[in-house]
Each structure stands twice: as structure tokens, then as C-alpha cells.
């Protein structure tokens, strides 16, 4: 899935608006009272303006997602909701997340989806073109609902000049490091030694220092950093993005891993794991498992670790007082290119053959709205998608990682996104196949990069329009 999960549980309003504790956020004590949080956002953040002149009538909305069990304030954002709508009910759906990128889609070709779903962002574009989505422009230029301005967007919320969309959380990369591990080497640590501004020259010294045997077994058993190493997006876009390159050429929709910039970060990171090899390897991680040590980055076994914001919260619970750690920002080239990082989400859709239009555009609204979303900012749930709200999110938890904004920041700059179209998912895989052989030593990494190239790009598919047609990727803050 390329949303992930994050077992926080909602904040208690007895504390009213001030700061969380990393109690509050592991405990979830007084999830109940979240009206207490939600209630004291800025009602003017985003065009909070909710849809009006709805029927009378009783209506009930089906609302598919897998978040339900790790969301523990949903059941008082629906209480909230019909307080304003008191004649819409809105009924839960939930679906494991192992199976809701098949059941949503098989829904919608057998006409039994639920009127609205929080979606499946990947998956995406093949519903806008097929229009089982529901194009919402007329109603979100009625609410004066400007995206661009008032979003952090991933990509798919605005889609061949229609809003097919509506924001609720994103998930920015940057990197989870051990403060602890960091300082035992005696390697510089992000914030304290370098304020944030580090490049890729400092990750990679920091790296070196800790990336070690430990226990003089003649094997590594403590690395520099973990990042998926047949992951496109995650393992390689945002060094192309920093150097000036990318993983496609959006506008004209192809795939351009043999461009000289994609091509030397490639190279980069290649560099680090088989040469250096102070990155975990997918077979370190098999070895670390059978000893015991589940991830590498909680177990204290990696200093850096690349991901994205919604997993803060289960590394804030697995991590507990095991070592100290926060969240620097994906680290500049040098002075004249700063880090590029990666956003993904999962917005809000709405089935085009819904009985109830009106109804469930006004329960993506309050979605999208300054409650909902200033419920996120407050229990650090997810990074919510409206910018007015950030400011909460990004308070340092007094006795925990103190740079959240590490994350909103991402928007702060150009960031990039995944190259989405009909088969997102399957079109990268062929680039995994071919950098797993690379690493083999069975394939050089150019021939490697031509074939990935030249496989993936047989496997792009769109529909009538270019969809990124006069935009550019990396995206520029508004």
C-alpha cells in the first residue's frame, strides 16, 4: 500500500490545546473527548465553508477504509459530522489492508462500491479515467475550496483539469535517526552539531562511522542507514530529484532511469550498499530477523532510516526509552541543491454512481476540514493535508523527537511525487527485478537501467489527456 499505517490513538481534551506528551500518544488515555481537540481548530483554515442546502431526508453513506481499528477518534469526527448533519449516518466499512486495493477495485467494476472511500492514491488514475470516481470541480469551486493554496497534494486529488479528490493525510519522507548510536560513534547528529542543514557528503560520513562489527564476529551487524534497495520511489527518485534529474518524464509520461542525472544516483546509492555497504541489505535484514531483531532501525541496529511520517507513531511506541531519536529532513547535495523528498497519500473519493452526491461531498469536506485535520495535527495520527493546521503538528513532544516539521517541511520546497498513471504499482516492478541482479553481480547497473527502462515504460497506460500536462515535477510550493 503506499499509505502507511500509524497506530496512534487520539489525544484526551483534558489538556486542552497544549503540547502531547509521548504518554498521551502511546496510551491514547481519554481518546473519547476528542471534541475537545477538534473543536478549538481554526475555523477559517482552508475554506472550512461546509456544503449546504443537503436533503432532509434520511440518508446513509457507506465509508470505506482500513484505517478504522488504528483511528481511534473516528467514531467522534462521525459524531461531530452529524451534529451538522444529523440526518446523514454514516456506516463504516472496513476492510483489512491486505485486501482493499483488490476489493476496491472489484467493487467498482461489480457497481457495489461504497458511496465514498479513503482510496487507494496508487490505484487512482485508472479510476478517474474509467469515471467511477466522482468529478466534484462545479461543488469545490461552489465552496471556493482552493487545493493548490491550502494542501499539501499528492498528485491525484486535481486530475486532467478535474477534482476528483479530496485531501485527508499525507505521508513526506525524511529520515528516522538514533541520536544515541550517532553520538556513540562520534558522528555529527543533523540537528545538534549541523541545524538541520547537512548534505549528502554528512550522511554518508555519519554512515561510515557507525556501519561496523560490533561484536568481532567477522560480520557488519550495525549499519549507516536503511532505504529499500529495489524500491524506485523510495530508494532512488529523491536523490535523482536533488540532483536535478527524475525517474520520468512526467509531461510525456515514459520512465528515464538512463538520463545521466537518474543514472549518478543510481550510481550513489549503489555505491553505498555494495561497495561501502553501509546499507542494510534485504538479506541483512533476513539475518537480523532470525536473530531476533524485527526491524533494524528499533532494534538499534541503523542510524538512518528513510520513511514516511504516518510510521512516527509505531516507531514512537516499538522505540519506547530504548534510545533517543528525531527526524531530519532528506539532506542537500551542497549549497546550490537542496534534498528533494518524496510525498504520498491517500485522499478521499467518492463513487460517480452514489445515490447521495451532496451527502458524501459534505463528509469529505469535514474530512478535509479544519476539525478533522486539526484532530490529526494533534495526536500526530497522520500529517494532515491542511497547512493551516501544521503548527500543532509540528510541536515538539516535550520527552520525544523534537523535528516533526521535518515532514511538513517537505512542502516547503519542491518535493516530489510518484509517477502515477493506470499501472503505478506493476510498472515499477520490473525495476526491482532488475536492480536485485545488479546487486547479484549478475547484471552491470547500466544494462540493468536500460532494461528497466525499456520494461517499465511498456507497461505505462493512460487515458484521453496527458495528466501532468503543464506541470512540473518536482512541485514548487504554492
Known amino acids: 500500500m503506499s499509505g502507511n499505517r500509524d497506530l496512534t490513538p487520539a489525544r484526551p481534551a483534558s489538556r486542552g490545546l497544549g503540547r502531547l506528551t509521548r504518554r498521551e500518544i502511546l496510551t491514547g488515555a481519554g481518546s473519547a473527548a476528542l471534541a475537545g481537540t477538534v473543536t478549538g481548530a481554526c475555523a477559517s483554515s482552508g475554506g472550512s465553508r461546509e456544503a449546504t442546502g443537503l436533503s432532509k431526508q434520511p440518508v446513509t453513506l457507506r465509508y470505506m ?5 488504528d483511528f481511534s477518534g473516528i467514531d467522534e469526527v462521525i459524531r461531530l459530522f452529524r451534529e451538522k448533519h444529523p440526518q446523514v449516518t454514516i456506516e463504516k466499512e472496513p476492510v483489512p489492508s491486505n485486501e482493499f486495493t483488490t476489493k476496491q477495485a472489484a467493487n467498482f467494476v461489480a457497481g457495489t462500491a461504497a458511496d465514498c472511500m ?3 492514491g496508487m490505484q487512482f488514475p485508472k479510476f478517474h479515467d474509467s469515471n467511477w470516481t466522482l468529478d466534484i470541480t462545479a461543488r469545490a469551486k461552489a465552496d471556493k475550496l482552493n487545493l493548490r493554496r491550502d494542501y499539501a497534494l499528492v498528485g491525484v486529488e486535481d486530475w486532467c483539469d478535474k477534482v476528483r479528490a479530496l485531501p485527508m493525510q499525507v505521508g513526506p519522507r525524511a529520515f528516522y535517526y538514533n541520536k544515541t548510536l550517532l553520538k556513540s560513534v562520534g558522528a555529527k547528529d543533523p540537528w545538534d ?20 562489527d560490533t561484536n568481532g564476529d567477522g ?10 534497495l529495489t524500491n524506485l520511489s523510495e530508494g532512488y527518485a529523491m ?4 540532483l536535478g534529474g527524475a525517474p520520468a518524464d512526467y509531461k510525456n509520461m515514459k520512465f528515464t532511469f538512463t538520463t545521466p542525472a537518474f543514472r549518478e544516483a543510481a550510481q550513489f546509492v549503489y555505491d553505498l550498499a555494495a561497495r561501502q555497504k553501509v546499507i542494510v541489505t534485504e538479506e541483512d535484514a533476513a539475518q537480523l530477523r532470525q536473530g531476533g531483531v524485527r526491524d533494524a532501525f528499533v532494534g538499534g541496529k541503523v542510524a538512518f532510516f528513510l520513511r514516511a511520517s504516518p510510521n512516527f507513531g509505531t516507531t514512537l511506541r516499538d522505540v519506547g526509552s530504548s534510545f533517543q531519536w528525531d527526524i531530519a529532513p532528506f539532506p542537500k547535495k551542497d549549497s546550490r541543491r537542496p534534498g528533494v523528498a518524496l510525498s504520498s497519500g491517500n485522499p478521499n473519493i467518492i463513487w460517480a454512481d452514489t445515490k447521495a452526491p451532496d451527502e458524501a461531498y459534505a463528509w469529505l469536506r469535514f474530512l478535509a476540514g479544519p476539525e478533522t485535520q486539526g484532530q490529526f495535527a494533534k495526536s500526530k495520527i497522520y500529517t494532515p493535508a491542511l497547512k493551516g493546521v501544521w503548527k500543532d503538528y509540528e510541536a515538539p513532544l516535550p520527552d520525544g523527537p523534537q523535528h516533526l516539521a521535518a515532514f511538513t517541511d517537505v512542502y516547503r520546497r519542491p518535493y516530489g511525487i510518484h509517477f502515477y498513471h493506470h499501472n503505478t504499482v506493476p510498472s515499477t516492478q520490473p525495476f526491482a527485478g532488475e536492480m536485485r541482479a545488479v546487486y547479484a553481480g549478475t547484471k552491470g547497473l547500466d544494462q540493468g537501467l536500460r532494461d528497466a527502462e525499456q520494461q517499465g515504460n511498456l507497461q505505462v497506460a493512460y487515458g484521453q489527456c496527458l495528466p501532468f500536462k503543464g506541470m512540473d515535477v518536482p512541485i514548487k510550493p504554492s
Open 193 to 212: 552539531d549541523l541545524k538541520g542543514e547537512w548534505t549528502w557528503d554528512d550522511l554518508v560520513e555519519a554512515a561510515q562511522k557507525v556501519t561496523r
Open 219 to 228: 560480520r557488519t551487524d550495525q549499519w549507516g542507514m536503511q532505504i529499500p
Open 65 to 69: 477504509a482500513w484505517f478504522f481499528q
Open 118 to 120: 479513503w482510496g487507494e
Open 239 to 242: 536523490w535523482a530529484w536533488t
